[in-house]
């Protein structure tokens, strides 16, 4: 499979960057302003409200790519939080506690932090975030 999607590796982490980015995001108009949803928000000047605004202002700036590292470890602690606060006293299983997406978002974020923007990034278009090889790869597809 590594021969077969390989020589693509740069565009669909960026893919992947974007469409995370996105949902994240959604997260946070869910909560500061009830959208999508049944339109219940939650106080701006709560934990709650604040996590909002992480995932939102956090998950645009992933998806355009901009400052990435940065916007994705925060959103990386912001879920860790979120799992150890929301989830864990329901019980330490993600599957069973309703924590699932938090884990996987704190570890995809974390990647994310470790790994920079990548290509369609503003980050790559400012000259950060896009290693040499990854640079060439994209110029070869």
């Known amino acids: 499979m590594e ?18 980015g996105l949902l994240f995001a959604m997260h946070g108009t869910q909560k500061l302003f009830g959208w999508p949803g049944d ?41 860790a939080v979120a799992f150890f606060m929301a989830h864990v006293p329901q019980g330490w299983n993600p599957l069973l506690n309703q924590g699932e997406a938090a884990v ?7 990647y994310m932090a470790a790994r920079g923007a990548g290509i369609w990034s503003v980050d790559a ?8 090889e990854e ?3 994209a110029s070869y597809t």
């Not at 021969?3 to 995370?20: C, D, E, K």
């Not at 996987?104 to 974390?110: D, G, V």
């Open 104 to 110: 996987l978002y704190c570890f995809l974020f974390l």
């Open 125 to 132: 278009a400012m000259g950060r975030g896009v290693s040499r």
């Open 135 to 137: 640079s060439r790869r």
């Open 3 to 20: 021969r077969f999607l390989g020589p693509y590796s740069p565009q669909l982490y960026a893919i992947l960057r974007i469409v995370a």
């Open 39 to 79: 339109g219940n928000t939650v106080e701006i000047a709560s934990l709650m409200g604040l996590a909002g605004i992480i995932e939102l202002v956090a998950g645009l700036m992933i998806a355009l790519g901009f400052l990435t590292g940065w916007a994705a470890f925060i959103a990386s602690g912001e879920m």
